[in-house]
Nanobody, 116 residues
Framework: VQLQACGGGLVQAGGSLRLSCAAS????????MGWFRQAPGKEREFVAA????????DYADSVKGRFAISRDNAKNTVSLQMNSLKSEDTAVYYC??????????WGQGTQVTVSS
């Protein structure tokens, strides 16, 4: 599976960005896809995930009510709408394919910078 993420950029605090991730290859093996992020000097952390077939979503507490994950099964894409962005949301965001309780494929990462 290959994951190609796009949509990062620079935005002011309170603004919005939308990230997208396109999957290719053995997409029939995908059951859960999600987003993680890694800020400078910090460990990579979970942001959001969505199940492919029933659309069940999960979010980190820090983004609940501000971020929304969605999927388009026909296009094999997953998106992350980020609203009310804060400076602490600044990080490299990674698209990921879940395997069990872990991740077996990562996208290349896209930088999100929120200026205060």
């Amino acid at each position: 599976v290959q994951l190609q993420a796009c949509g990062g950029g620079l935005v002011q605090a309170g603004g919005s960005l939308r990230l997208s991730c396109a999957a290719s290859g053995r997409t029939f093996t995908i059951y859960v896809m999600g987003w993680f992020r890694q800020a400078p000097g910090k460990e990579r952390e979970f942001v959001a995930a969505v199940r492919k077939y029933d659309g069940v979503r999960d979010y980190a507490d820090s983004v609940k009510g501000r971020f929304a994950i969605s999927r388009d099964n026909a296009k094999n894409t997953v998106s992350l709408q980020m609203n009310s962005l804060k400076s602490e949301d600044t990080a490299v965001y990674y698209c990921a394919k879940a395997a069990g309780l872990g991740v077996d494929y990562w996208g290349q990462g896209t930088q999100v910078t929120v200026s205060s």
